[in-house]
T-cell receptor, first 113, second 116 residues
Framework: EPEVTQTPSHQVTQMGQEVILRCVPI?????FYWYRQILGQKVEFLVS????????KSEIFDDQFSVERPDGSNFTLKIRSTKLEDSAMYFC???????????FGEGSWLTVV | AQKVTQAQTEISVVEKEDVTLDCVYE???????LFWYKQPPSGELVFLIR??????QNEISGRYSWNFQKSTSSFNFTITASQVVDSAVYFC?????????????FGTGTRLTIIP
């Protein structure tokens, strides 16, 4: 069964460093998302992406964050200068169209030290 | 604004018991979607069910069943004859039908522990 894949599964980075989290959405999907889950807390929406542009972003998604779909398959989340509070599990998700379910990847666990 | 409340933070039951996880939602939209996701200890989010606001029929899938009650804004999830593999955090989520941008609002989750 097709699935959303994410890399890396776990990354440790020093505060102030740039991080890129990568995602390969399901191949025929058109809508892409990043969500975040701080340890022990609920899953929070960060950003949605459709037709090569951001369609919505949350308050969390400030200027430190950016997303890109550099080619036909990858969807990346970049954090420019990481802070301790960016430590979280980051989930990529995708959906085929407005009538379909959002499917999540296995997550990338980011630890900022 | 939309909101999802899962009042049960943690539940423990003995294996083979039935257990119901509660979910109450708030939304101003008349068209919306409700979801349940399972997060096992490995961390991934596993889709369980999607239900639209016009379909109030209860659904059963094996040992899982869902009770959608629009009158009380609830979408409860029952596991029958629980098994140890059911141990996980379960999230209820809501999305408003903003066609083209169906983002999810999650509840805080219920940690379910099945005791062998």
């Amino acid at each position: 069964e097709p699935e959303v894949t994410q890399t890396p599964s776990h990354q440790v980075t020093q505060m102030g460093q740039e991080v890129i989290l990568r995602c390969v959405p399901i191949s025929n999907h058109l809508y892409f998302y990043w969500y975040r889950q701080i340890l022990g807390q609920k899953v929070e929406f960060l950003v949605s992406f459709y037709n090569n542009e951001i369609s919505e972003k949350s308050e969390i998604f400030d200027d430190q964050f950016s997303v890109e779909r550099p080619d036909g398959s990858n969807f990346t989340l970049k954090i420019r200068s990481t802070k301790l509070e960016d430590s979280a599990m980051y989930f990529c998700a995708s959906r085929r169209d407005s009538q379909n379910t959002i499917y999540f990847g296995e997550g990338s666990w980011l630890t900022v030290v | 604004a939309q909101k999802v409340t899962q009042a049960q933070t943690e539940i423990s039951v003995v294996e083979k018991e039935d257990v119901t996880l509660d979910c109450v939602y708030e939304t101003r939209d008349t068209t919306y979607y409700l979801f349940w996701y399972k997060q096992p200890p490995s961390g991934e989010l596993v889709f369980l069910i999607r239900r639209n606001s016009f379909d109030e029929q209860n659904e059963i899938s094996g040992r899982y069943s869902w009770n959608f009650q629009k009158s009380t804004s609830s979408f409860n999830f029952t596991i029958t004859a629980s098994q140890v593999v059911d141990s996980a955090v379960y999230f209820c989520a809501l999305s408003e039908a903003d066609f083209g941008n169906e983002k999810l609002t999650f509840g805080t989750g219920t940690r379910l522990t099945i005791i062998p």
